[in-house]
């Protein structure tokens, strides 16, 4: 199995992406969604989830298993990071269709006969782009792209270093907080730079976070949606347990158990199949090192406005051609720097709090972040994309929005490490 390198566009210059429109996703596919796997019934584990997705992904599409050449998964989405735990007995004796999903195991299980490219990529964000890459190189025609999310019982990521009792060197002021205190400290850090210049607080992200589990509890496979199916108030929000203040529990979005796939093919190829192809028309990922341990402002900002340059420039579109918007946000407190650096229905520095007391809706002249995101539907970072394909493909269901939807942008994870993408109706 491949990882490739020298496959992201990172910088700015490097003009429209050279396959724009010549690469299209034809299906869709996700399991059920869970807060956890228990580790013992077989029949909810991530390998059966991913099985699920994949042969979904397959049937949406209508392509004949025999001509998929191509499967990349995410086998580090979560599966490597857990403790070592008892293994059941033979054939399972690996973490591999149980807490991480390779491309050869998924092959196997699903029984395809002229698989030859066979990879590995990071985070679901940058997974987009480079199965797009890859099917627009001819490195496989037909591709499956599956991202699994696992979540076990005890602390997230317990395993590697996170499972030692000892925090030692720079990790002491972050690991004893909880794996995500980094993250946490940065974004919420920045958040607090963010309203101190701009003369907001975080009450303003309330309608916001209360249109999320809105539009989450439209999606069918969504964890709210199947175990916790009530809409979150006001009051909710604003009194939610404090997680590192400003942040608060409903800031946050929830780890779950679950799989997602899409089939990547050729623009000719999609075009046979079952549904309305949707066109990739550029990739775009951001990986920024901060000058120390925590990001500032100015740098965050800094890093989102490039992102936004290079999308523009990949795609050969500009902000008022966007229609359907999915930025990430698993933590709301930064997604509105995506919203202001993209200018997303005009929203500039210092208005996405204003634009969130609009109407968001997806019924509304502003239906933003039409999927619910993580927050809405659980940490499974696939809502971003999957709502923007069938946004596009009017099959949204009860989230469609009533604007005109012909291209969508979705990205997903932090504003110094995300991954993008920006989808078409049309090639052209």
Not at 60 to 69: C, L, T, Y
Not at 391 to 407: D, F
């Amino acid at each position: 199995m491949t990882t490739r390198t020298g496959w992201q566009r990172r910088v700015e210059g490097l003009g429209v992406w050279e396959h724009r429109g010549k690469v299209a996703i034809a299906g869709v596919g996700h399991s059920p969604t869970d807060r956890r796997w228990d580790g013992k019934t077989l029949e909810t584990s991530l390998g059966a989830y991913s099985i699920i997705a994949a042969q979904k992904a397959i049937e949406e599409s209508g392509v004949n298993p025999d001509d998929i050449d191509g499967v990349i998964t995410c086998p580090e989405a979560m599966g490597e990071n857990w403790a070592p735990r008892p293994y059941f007995e033979a054939p399972y004796d690996s973490e591999d269709g149980l807490t991480l999903i390779t491309a050869e195991w998924l092959t196997k299980q699903l029984g395809l006969k002229n698989v030859n490219y066979l990879a590995a990529a990071p985070q679901i964000g940058e997974m987009m782009g480079f199965a797009a890459q890859a099917v627009g190189d001819g490195l496989c025609n037909t591709c499956l792209v599956l991202y699994p999310t696992g979540n076990l019982e005890g602390r997230y990521h317990h395993g590697g270093e996170n499972a030692s009792d000892y925090a030692e060197g720079w990790r002491q002021w972050g690991v004893p907080y909880g794996y995500h205190a980094g993250a946490l400290m940065r974004m919420t850090m920045a958040f607090g730079m963010d309203c101190r210049r701009y003369g907001r607080s975080h009450d303003g992200l309330t309608p916001f976070a209360i249109n999320q589990r809105r539009n989450g509890l439209l999606t069918p496979w969504g964890f709210y949606t199947l175990h916790e199916p009530y809409q979150i108030t006001a009051e909710d929000y604003l009194t939610a347990r404090p997680i590192h203040k400003p942040l608060t529990l409903l800031d946050c979005d929830r780890p779950v158990n679950a799989s997602a796939c899409y089939l990547f093919t050729t623009a000719e190829r999609a075009r046979d199949m079952n549904n309305k192809p949707v066109y990739v028309l550029t990739h775009e990922q951001n990986n920024y090192r901060p000058r120390s341990l925590m990001p500032n402002l100015d740098e965050i900002e800094g890093y989102c406005d490039s992102l936004a340059r290079r999308v523009w420039e990949g795609s050969g579109l500009s902000s008022e051609d966007i229609d359907v918007f999915n930025p990430y946000d698993g933590y709301l407190t930064f997604t509105q720097f995506f919203l202001e650096a993209f200018q997303w229905h005009g929203v500039k520095r210092g208005e996405a709090h204003d634009f969130y007391a609009g109407d968001i809706r997806v019924e509304g002249p502003h239906p933003f972040l039409s999927s619910g995101g993580n927050n809405g539907t659980g940490r499974t970072r696939t809502a971003l994309f999957t709502d923007s394909v069938e946004q596009l493909q009017g099959r949204a269901g009860e989230r469609q929005v009533k604007i005109k939807a012909e291209t969508a942008l979705a990205g997903c994870n932090t504003p110094d490490s995300s991954g993008w993408i920006v989808l078409g109706t049309s090639p052209d």
